[in-house]
C-alpha cells in the first residue's frame, strides 16, 4: 500500500517540476546569459517581437564563441522570460 502512495506522489512531484521548469521564464538566468557579451539594451530593442524570433535569437546567440552552455529547459526558460516582456 505505502509503496503506491510514494510512487503517486512521486509522479505528481515529477509533473509539476516539468511543467514549472518548461512554463516558467527565468528572469536572472535570461539577464545574466544575455549580458556576457553585450548590455541589456541590445535585447530590450527586441521587446514585443513573437516567439518564434525569440527561439531563432536565443540560439543564433547561444550559439557564439563563448555564449554560456545551457541545457534544454534553461533554454526555453530564457525564451519564456523574454517573449514575456512588453516594449
Ligand atoms: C557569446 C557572446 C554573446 C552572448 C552570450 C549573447 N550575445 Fe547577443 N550579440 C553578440 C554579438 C557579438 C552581437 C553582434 C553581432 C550579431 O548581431 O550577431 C550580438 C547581437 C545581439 C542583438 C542584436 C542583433 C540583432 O539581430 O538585432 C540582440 C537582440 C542580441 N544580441 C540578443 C541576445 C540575447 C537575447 C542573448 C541571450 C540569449 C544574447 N544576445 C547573448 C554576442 C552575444
Known sequence: MHWII????GVVAFG???????A?????LAEKTCTTCHN???VQAKFGQDRAAWEALVD???AKAGAPKLSGVERQAIIE????QKP
Not at 6 to 9: A, D, N, P
Not at 81 to 84: F, Q
Request: charged share 25%; no cysteine; glycine share 12%.
Open 6 to 9: 510514494r510512487y503517486g506522489l
Open 16 to 22: 509539476l517540476w516539468v511543467s514549472v521548469g518548461m
Open 24 to 28: 516558467a521564464g527565468d528572469k536572472a
Open 40 to 42: 541589456l539594451k541590445r
Open 60 to 62: 543564433r546567440m547561444l
Open 81 to 84: 522570460w523574454w517573449a514575456a
